[in-house]
């Protein structure tokens, strides 16, 4: 477990808080007990996503994610230009088929998709190519109304290779999203919101307190429920609806046997809070 409020960071510019500071909005409502906060912390470069970043990023969410006090994860941008401008240009540009495959540095999308601990991307200026596939591999997003998601890999010769035509596909429909990736065109924040990317939009200053009030109030929750809940409706996308609806009941009959389901039923005949173990 990681010692309350320590702060690491990684020579590939990543800051884990854990537990996260508590959102200073004076109209906050949620604690953020059981809240980490990681911020990729490359504002010069506009947090662009280099091969180490990323890996540096799955190793901090693997450690989060096997901690049994941490029950969310906000993940933002340093600076307010940019969640993150997109991959590291500079590092694709020489790369060949062969050796994207022999490197195998794209494994690391897969491992981000595996963590089971609830992730809210907070979000603001650019998510633009990898930094909008980032924001769409996490659960949730907050966005200020400075943000701007895109995916504008087609206009330097290429399509997006780490979830955009997938994700945005399932986000906003098929017919906006083949518009916005063979088009490379943007769209900004209130756009993403009504097309369904984004969970909600507040103002630009206030993103990183919603996006940390939002967590507090999911890290509230059961633990083994959230967690079983979140797979259930990733796995949705994933396959037909009677799979989906088979796996969701075999989840629902497994919290049966579970401390916390009893728990949660006792405190609403009690009429009061429950007190959730996570077992």
Excluded: Y
């Excluded at 960071?9 to 004076?26: E, K």
């Excluded at 993103?207 to 059961?222: F, I, K, N, R, W």
């Excluded at 429920?225 to 009941?249: F, T, W, Y």
């Amino acid at each position: 477990m990681t010692d309350p409020g320590t702060t690491q960071t990684t020579a590939s510019h990543l800051r884990v808080a854990f537990p996260a500071p508590a959102p200073t909005s004076a109209t906050a409502t949620s604690v953020t007990d059981g809240v980490a906060l990681v911020t990729l912390d490359r504002p010069a470069a506009l947090n662009a996503l280099s091969f180490d970043l990323l890996d540096d990023l799955a190793d901090a969410l693997d450690r989060l994610d096997t901690d049994p006090d941490c029950r969310a994860i906000v993940l933002t941008g340093a600076g307010g230009r940019a969640f993150a401008a997109g991959a590291d240009i500079k590092e694709l540009a020489t790369q060949t088929s062969v050796s994207l495959h022999a490197g195998g540095r794209f494994a690391v999308w897969d491992r981000l998709a595996r963590v089971t601990t609830p992730l809210i991307a907070a979000v603001r200026g650019f998510a633009l190519g990898g930094g909008c596939e980032l924001a769409m591999a996490c659960d949730m997003i907050v966005a200020g109304d400075d943000a701007t998601f895109g995916q504008p890999e087609i206009r330097i010769g290429v399509m997006p290779g780490a979830g955009g035509t997938q994700r945005l596909t399932r986000a906003v429909g098929q017919a906006r999203a083949m518009e916005l990736i063979l088009t490379g065109r943007s769209m900004r924040a209130g756009e993403a919101e009504a097309a369904g990317l984004v969970t909600k939009v507040v103002p630009a200053e206030a993103t990183l307190d919603a996006a940390l009030e939002l967590a507090g109030q999911v890290a509230s929750m059961p633990p083994l429920a959230v967690r079983a809940a979140k797979a259930a409706i990733r796995a949705a996308a994933e396959q037909p609806l009677s799979a989906g609806l088979a796996a969701e009941r075999a989840s629902f009959f497994a919290l049966f046997d579970t401390d916390d389901q009893a728990e949660g039923m006792a405190a609403f005949t009690d009429k009061r809070v429950p007190v959730w173990t996570g077992r």
